[in-house]
């Protein structure tokens, strides 16, 4: 069921990406994929070299820093430990927290710029 809701939600926000990258170029493409992908590798290597956390403690607490708990399911089914989900149910809160404290700071900052 949820590979239908992801297939749903992937068809109608790839419906206009021709006309988006048309106007927008492909500069915003690679910059969403920056912020996409450099925190986590980011986190990844800060976890694993400067914390020495294990594999599954730190994609936990990547998978929390996110806030997207699906991401715990493909380790999941590799392992009968709860490392991961703990470490998840550890970062969500506070990630959860952060993301509405610094939404309404960028709100706030960004108030009359027209953004």
Known sequence: ?????????????????ASTLEQYGVELFLMGANIT???????????????KMNLFNLFGAISGGMTSSQTLAP???????NAHPIA????????MVLLIVV???LNLVFKGSGF
């Open 1 to 17: 069921m949820f590979i239908l809701f992801l297939e749903a939600v992937g068809t109608s926000a790839g419906a206009e990406i």
């Open 37 to 51: 992908i450099l925190p986590m590798l980011l986190a990844l290597y800060a976890g694993k070299y400067l914390f």
């Open 75 to 81: 380790a999941d089914s590799m392992t009968d430990t």
């Open 88 to 95: 998840c149910a550890t970062v969500y809160p506070v990630a």
């Open 103 to 105: 939404e309404q700071l």
